[in-house]
C-alpha cells in the first residue's frame, strides 16, 4: 500500500471503493508533462532547515523540496528522451498588480527575482514553454488549454508543488477540461505530510491516476514501444 494512502481509515477506503471512486485512469497515446511552480520561493534554498527555508521565502517548503527535486529531475529527463513536451510554470512576476496573489495566504506584496528563478537541477531548456500565472490552477486566465490542445495532447501527467494548493486546483481543472490526467505522487511535495497524503488520495479517488516514478516509467516506455512497432 503507498504511503499516502496509510492515512486514510481504511473503512473509507472500502466506502470510496464501493461508491466505485479509486478507478485507474488510462495513459493515452500523447503526453505532456507540467513541472508546477518548482521555483525557489516553494523550495527555498538548498541545505536550509524548513524554519531557514521559510525565513528566506515564506512560503517554502525547505527540505522535502530538495529530496523531492532528483525525482523531477529524472521525470523531466525522460519526457525529454522521449520527445515529449515539458511545460514548467511559476507565478507571474506582477502578479499582486493586478491579479491578487494565488492563494489567501500571507506573502509579501513584492517577491525578490530568486523568488521565480528555477534550480539548475531542473532549469526549463530554451525551447520549453514557461507558463507565467496568477492563481493556483495552471488553466485559470492562461493559454494552457489551448497550448495542450494545438499539441493533440491526451494526457497530462503533473508533478511540482504544492500538492495540496497549485498542483491539486491544476490537476481538478485539467480534468475539467477533458484530458487524462495523472499525478506522480513522489515528484510532488507539500509543506505538509498531512496535507500532501490527504490530497493525493482525493485526486485519485475523483480526478486523476496517482502514480510513483517507478510505476510511470513502465508505461511511458511501454507507449514509445508500441509506436516504434
Not at 136 to 149: C, D, E, G, K
Not at 151 to 164: A, L, P, R
Amino acid at each position: 500500500m503507498k504511503e499516502w494512502m496509510k492515512q486514510v481509515p481504511p473503512d473509507e477506503v472500502k466506502n470510496y471503493d464501493k461508491a466505485g471512486f479509486m478507478s485507474e485512469a488510462k495513459i493515452g497515446e500523447r503526453t505532456a508533462l507540467i513541472v508546477i511552480d518548482v521555483t525557489y520561493g516553494f523550495t527555498g534554498s538548498e541545505g536550509l532547515t524548513m524554519d531557514e527555508a521559510i525565513a528566506e521565502f515564506r512560503p517554502a517548503c525547505g527540505p522535502i523540496a530538495w529530496e523531492t527535486m532528483p525525482r523531477i529531475a529524472r521525470l523531466i529527463n525522460m519526457f525529454r528522451e522521449l520527445g515529449r513536451p515539458v511545460v514548467f510554470t511559476r507565478g507571474h512576476p506582477y502578479n499582486v498588480l493586478f491579479a491578487g496573489k494565488a492563494t489567501k495566504s500571507t506573502r509579501s506584496m513584492k517577491q525578490p527575482p530568486k523568488f521565480n528563478e528555477f534550480p539548475p537541477q531542473i532549469m526549463p531548456r530554451e525551447d520549453e514553454f514557461i507558463l507565467e500565472k496568477t492563481r493556483a490552477s495552471v488553466f485559470f486566465q492562461t493559454p494552457m488549454a489551448s497550448y495542450l490542445v494545438q499539441n493533440q495532447i491526451d494526457t497530462v501527467i503533473v508533478c511540482g508543488v504544492s500538492t495540496s494548493g497549485c498542483v491539486r486546483a491544476s490537476v481538478v481543472d485539467c480534468f475539467s477540461h477533458g484530458f487524462n490526467t495523472i499525478v506522480v505522487d513522489d515528484c510532488c511535495f507539500d509543506r505538509s505530510n498531512y496535507a500532501h497524503c490527504a490530497n493525493l488520495f482525493d485526486m485519485h479517488a475523483k480526478y486523476a491516476n496517482v502514480v510513483s516514478l517507478d510505476e510511470l516509467e513502465p508505461l511511458m516506455l511501454g507507449k514509445q514501444m508500441q509506436k516504434a512497432g
